[in-house]
C-alpha cells in the first residue's frame, strides 16, 4: 500500500492517538514541566499511527512482530531504570544467568553479585536520558549484596529458562565490552524481541479469537513487562502461548493426534517453571470434546500426562522451596498461617473466598506502572469502554461447547484460588484478615481466557457486524503511548 493511501486511510486514528497524549499529558501533568523525551515518543508513536499498514491477517506475521516488538522495545528505552515491580532482582538473577550459573545454592560464596548491579541499583527510576550509565564501564568484579537489597534466591521458584532472553542480552554487551548502560538496555530488549515471538506465536495460533488475543498480548502491562527484566514478561509469553494454543486445538477441522497433545503439555510444563500455580492449564485438555481427539484411547491417555505433568511439578516445588532468601516480610510465617486456616476455617476460609472474588476488580491494576506508584486510576477507564466495544463485536466469533466454558471457568477458578493461597500463605501477616500481594498483572492470560467465554455467546436478538482490524492495532498504540506518557511525566 503506498504512503498516501496509508495517511488517508490513518489519519483519523493519528489524531486520535494525538487527543489521548494530550489527554494524558492534562490528566498527569508531574510537577516540573513536560520533559522533551515526551514529544520525541509523542512524535515516534504519531508517525507509526499515521504509516500503520494492516497486519492481523495471515499474510503479515512478519509485520505484526515487528508491530509488537516495536512496542516492546519502546517500553525497554523509556521506561526509567528499574521502574517496574520487581525489577530488580529480576535484574540480579538475569546477571547470574549471564555469568553461567543457572542453578542457586545457599552457600555463602555464592552470594556475590556482579558490579554492574550496584551500579545500575543505584539509579534506579532515573530515565534514559539522565542516566549516566553509559560511561560507566562493565565490570566483572564480584560484591556482596548490600544491606536492604534483596538477593536473588527469591527468584528461585523460577526456572533460568525465564531469564534467558535478558541474560542473552546481557552476555551479547559483555562480550562486545560495552558500557554498563548499554548491556542493561540490551537485556531488556532481548526480553521484549523474545515475548513478541511468542506473542504472534499465540495470535496466529487463536484463529477466529485474533483480534482479542493481540489485545490481550499488548495490553499496557504486558508491555511494560515484556521491556522489563522481571521474568512476568516471559511467563505471560508462555502462558498466551499455552491459550493460543488451546484455542487451536478448539478449531481445528482435523483430530487431536498425540503430537498435539503431548506439544500442549510441553507448553504448560515451561508454564510451571515460569509461574507454577499456572500448570493447571493442562487440565484445559480434558475439557476439549472427546470426538475432537483422534482416539477415544488418546483422549483418556491425557489424563495421564496431566498427572506424570503434576507429578513433576511437585518435585519443582519441593527442589526450589528449600532455597532460603534474605528477604523478611513482618510477621509472615508459613506454618502459623497454615495452622490459623486449619484451626478457624470459620475466619480464614471467607478472607480467601473474598480474594477469590476480587478477581475481577484486579483487572484495575493493570494500570499501575512502575513500582505500583504510576496509577492511571483516573484515566484508563476510558480504554476500558474501547475494549469492551471490541470484544461486542467479536461475540460468536469463536464457538465453544458448554464442557469447554465449564472447563475454562473451573481452570481459571483453580489458578485464582492457587494463587491465593499462596499469597496467603508467603505474603499475608499471620492474623491478617485480607489476603496481600496480589496484582492483577498475574491474571492477564486468564482475563483473555475468560473473554474467549464470553465471546462463545451471541445474542440472537442483536445483529452484530465486525470491527476493523485497523482500529484492534490503533487501540494498542493508544495505550502504550498514553503507559509510556504516564511514566516519563510523572518521574
Known amino acids: 500500500m503506498e504512503v498516501r ?13 494525538l487527543l489521548v497524549a494530550c489527554a494524558v499529558l492534562i490528566a498527569y501533568p508531574g510537577e516540573v514541566g513536560i520533559p522533551k523525551l515526551v514529544y520525541m515518543v509523542t512524535t515516534i508513536f504519531l508517525l507509526v499511527s499515521l504509516l500503520l499498514p494492516h497486519l492481523l491477517d495471515k499474510q503479515n506475521t512478519k509485520g505484526l512482530y515487528v508491530f509488537i516488538a516495536f512496542l516492546g522495545v519502546s517500553s525497554a528505552l523509556v521506561t526509567p531504570i528499574l521502574n517496574t515491580p520487581d525489577e530488580p532482582v529480576h535484574f540480579a538473577r538475569s546477571l547470574k544467568v549471564a555469568s553461567g550459573e543457572i542453578n542457586l545454592d545457599d552457600n555463602p560464596k555464592n552470594l556475590l553479585i556482579s558490579e554492574d548491579y550496584r551500579q545500575v541499583n543505584n539509579q534506579a527510576k532515573v530515565k534514559i536520558t539522565q542516566t549516566n550509565l553509559f560511561s560507566i564501564p562493565s565490570s566483572d568484579k564480584m560484591i556482596p549484596f548490600a544491606k536492604g537489597e534483596m538477593d536473588y534466591r527469591g527468584t528461585n521458584q523460577y526456572s533460568f529458562l525465564s531469564y534467558l532472553p535478558q541474560a542473552i542480552g546481557i552476555a551479547i554487551g559483555k562480550l562486545l565490552h560495552l558500557n554498563v548502560g548499554f548491556i542493561y538496555y540490551i537485556g531488556r530488549i532481548c526480553n521484549a524481541l523474545f515475548y513478541g515471538f511468542l506473542a504472534v506465536l499465540a495470535i496466529k495460533l487463536s484463529g477466529r479469537f485474533s483480534q482479542l488475543m493481540f489485545l490481550g498480548a499488548t495490553f499496557p502491562m504486558s508491555i511494560a513487562l515484556s521491556g522489563s527484566y522481571n521474568q512476568d514478561g516471559t511467563a505471560l509469553g508462555y502462558q498466551l502461548l499455552a491459550v493460543g494454543f488451546f484455542l487451536y486445538l478448539i478449531e481445528r477441522k482435523k ?6 497433545m503431548m506439544t500442549y503439555i510441553v507448553i504448560c510444563a515451561l508454564v510451571m517453571l515460569s509461574k507454577l500455580p499456572f500448570v493447571a492449564f493442562a487440565g484445559l485438555l480434558i475439557f476439549i470434546p472427546k470426538k475432537r481427539f483422534k482416539s477415544a484411547k488418546l483422549y483418556w491417555s491425557s489424563f495421564i500426562a496431566i498427572i506424570a505433568l503434576l507429578f513433576a511439578t511437585a518435585i519443582w516445588y519441593k527442589t526450589t522451596s528449600q532455597l532460603g532468601s534474605n528477604m523478611s516480610l513482618p510477621n509472615v510465617s508459613l506454618p502459623k498461617q497454615l495452622h490459623n486456616f486449619i484451626t478457624q476455617p470459620n475466619i480464614y476460609v471467607p478472607v480467601i473466598l473474598k480474594e477469590f472474588l476480587n478477581f475481577g476488580a484486579h483487572l484495575g491494576q493493570l494500570y499501575e506502572f512502575g513500582w505500583l ?25 469463536i464457538k465453544l461447547s458448554n464442557w469447554t466454558r465449564f472447563g475454562i471457568i473451573a481452570v481459571s477458578s483453580a489458578i485464582v484460588l492457587g494463587v491465593t493461597g499462596v499469597m496467603f500463605l508467603t505474603w499475608t501477616p499471620v492474623g491478617h484478615f485480607e489476603v496481600l500481594g496480589v496484582q492483577g498483572r498475574y491474571y492477564i492470560s486468564l482475563y483473555i481466557l475468560i473473554l474467549a467465554v464470553i465471546t462463545s455467546f451471541k445474542p440472537k436478538q442483536i445483529t452484530i457486524g465486525t470491527i476493523s482490524d485497523s482500529l484492534v492495532l490503533q487501540t494498542s ?10 511514566s516519563i511525566s510523572m518521574m
Not at 389 to 396: A, C, D, M, P
Not at 477 to 486: D, E, F, I
Open 477 to 486: 498504540l493508544y495505550s502504550t503511548v498514553a503507559m509510556l506518557l504516564l
Open 5 to 17: 493511501q496509508l495517511i488517508k486511510q490513518n489519519y483519523k486514528y493519528s489524531l486520535a492517538l
Open 373 to 397: 506508584d504510576l496509577s492511571m486510576s483516573n484515566f484508563y477507564v476510558y480504554f476500558l469502554l474501547l475494549y469492551a466495544t471490541i470484544v461486542f463485536f467479536n461475540l460468536g466469533k
Open 255 to 260: 483430530p487431536i493426534d498425540i503430537g498435539h
